[in-house]
């Protein structure tokens, strides 16, 4: 794509509902305390169809959460950062550390305010986290949004320990991640998949026991029987919706359910007796703040666990195309798109 010097290429949401327009604006200028990054990938999130399919009131909202770039032009007081620096913007541009509060949520990219679809974005310096030599800018798009969930799931709120079993479901972003962070901290994690084809991919990097729900649609059963009765000690709850029941019926006494996504649906089937009688715990996981998403840059290159992106890669003109895949389910770990 060939544009002028001072425009950029954005996505922003329609009128309608699944409205996605083009256009060619002016480049913003960074304000005090931002910077203008000019990115290079951005990965997709089920968060960013969200949007676009039942938030039309979003109307000339730019998605996207994830994103990876380099520093272009900075703000007046910036000082950590400079021009040509390789940086990825934090999902919570206004979370830096410590305590979630809800006033964030109206800093979130591609929510409460313009996200990464765009080749260039301004946002505040303090929402940055520089990316090692080591790591591309397609890994680093999947970081703020995928890594950071399954990290805080695992490790952030409470680590996880050897031995223990984590059921994971689907092979998305933050299951992908949840696979091998589970695995570098000496835990089993458990697959289930509604994919043979996904779950021979999942067992060639190390996972021992998978249930395709599919073929067995009480997984439940499945998994206490994988587990000798005793049930997982956490699960990383991607689906919601009627998954929670079984979820709860696999989980340990003690455990814990992580509560981050909603692939199902909103309106989950609780058990709230049987969560009780477990002396369990439901937790939900909304991303997380800055300072997390350095420590999963830290850890997660002490354990070697990389980003696993789909096979297949879009350009920024083709980002509708990538959006039906990710609609399709047809993926395995983040989409990306390439710009420049």
């Known amino acids: 794509m060939k544009i002028d010097n001072n425009s950029r290429v954005v996505y922003r949401l329609g009128n309608r509902a699944g409205e996605l327009l083009k256009f060619i604006e002016r480049i913003p200028a960074p304000e005090p305390g931002q910077v203008l990054i000019e990115l290079r ?9 969200l949007y676009l399919d039942s938030e039309p009131m979003s109307s000339g909202l730019v998605p996207g959460s994830d994103g990876a770039g380099i520093i272009v032009k900075i703000g007046e007081g910036v000082y950590s950062f400079k021009p040509g620096d390789r940086v990825m913007p934090s999902f919570f541009t206004g979370w830096v550390e410590g305590r979630y509060d809800t006033s964030y949520r109206q800093t979130a990219l591609g929510g409460g305010i313009d996200g990464t679809f765009a080749t260039h974005i301004t946002v505040p310096a303090r929402s940055l986290v520089h990316i090692p030599a080591d790591i591309s800018f397609r890994e680093a798009a999947c970081l703020p949004c995928a890594a950071v969930t399954a990290w805080n799931a695992l490790v952030g709120r409470s680590k996880i320990e050897a031995g223990e079993f984590v059921l994971v479901q689907g092979t998305g972003g933050v299951s992908m991640f949840a696979i091998q962070i ?14 043979q084809e996904k779950i021979k991919l999942a067992e060639r990097m190390g996972v021992k026991h998978a249930v395709n729900y599919r073929d067995t649609p009480e997984w439940d059963s499945a998994i206490l029987n994988i587990t000798a009765g005793q049930g997982c000690d956490r699960i990383v709850e991607v689906a919601g919706g009627q998954s929670m029941r079984r979820s709860i019926r696999c989980l340990r006494p003690g455990g814990t359910i992580s509560y981050i996504g909603c692939l199902a649906g ?11 009688y477990k002396n369990a715990k439901l937790e939900a996981i909304y ?7 350095a420590c999963v840059v830290q850890d997660m290159q002490e354990w070697g666990v990389t980003a696993v992106i789909d096979d297949q890669t879009f ?11 990710l609609r399709a389910g047809e993926h395995v770990g983040k ?6």
Do not use: T, W
Not at 182 to 195: Q, V
Not at 266 to 276: N, Q, V
Not at 335 to 340: D, G, S
């Open 41 to 49: 990938a951005i990965s997709l999130n089920y968060r960013d169809l």
């Open 182 to 195: 589970a695995r570098s901290l000496g835990a089993h994690p458990i697959l289930i998949s509604g994919s």
């Open 266 to 276: 909103f309106d989950g089937d609780i058990d709230i007796l049987d969560l009780m």
């Open 287 to 293: 991303v997380g703040s800055r300072r997390d998403l």
């Open 315 to 325: 350009s920024f003109d083709n980002l509708p195309k990538a959006l039906k895949r």
């Open 335 to 340: 989409i990306v798109v390439e710009l420049f």
